[in-house]
């Protein structure tokens, strides 16, 4: 069973950076994404990452400002958030699904990804 431990997030200010990790027990056959999830709100996808090729999907919101990576030797992926906006703010969950992202359909879309990280709080506000 593939765990994911998150670690990351807190308070900025807008246009300020953080970086979120989740380690990834089993990385190698599986995609990583990230979702996250506001008060009220639908869980959204934000990014992805294949484990095959290590190509990347961005939601159009964050296109241009968050950067998803991964460290296969340490079993770690990364998202670099930067020029961060108060509309950011939000629970960022890491999740796997197998092989690539969109394997068990759209990339963004939270049903086909079996395993959860526990979560980390982004605030953005001055």
């Known amino acids: 069973q593939l765990q994911l431990v998150q670690s990351g997030g807190g308070l900025v200010q807008p246009g300020g950076s953080l970086r979120l990790s989740c380690a990834a027990s089993?990385?190698?056959?599986?995609?990583i994404g990230w979702f996250r999830q506001a008060p009220g709100k639908e869980r959204e996808g934000v990014s992805c990452?294949?484990?095959?090729?290590?190509?990347?999907d961005y939601a159009d919101s964050v296109k241009g400002r968050f950067t998803i990576s991964r460290d296969k030797s340490k079993k770690m992926v990364y998202l670099q958030m930067n020029s961060l906006k108060p509309e950011d703010t939000a629970t960022y969950y890491c999740?796997?699904?197998?092989?690539?992202?969109?394997?068990?359909?759209?990339?963004?879309?939270?049903?086909?990804?079996?395993?959860w990280g526990q979560g980390a709080q982004v605030t953005v506000s001055s």
């Open positions: 999740a796997a699904e197998s092989y690539f992202c969109g394997y068990s359909g759209n990339w963004y879309s939270p049903v086909g990804y079996t395993y």
């Open positions: 990452i294949s484990s095959s090729d290590g190509s990347t």
């Open positions: 089993g990385f190698d056959y599986y995609a």
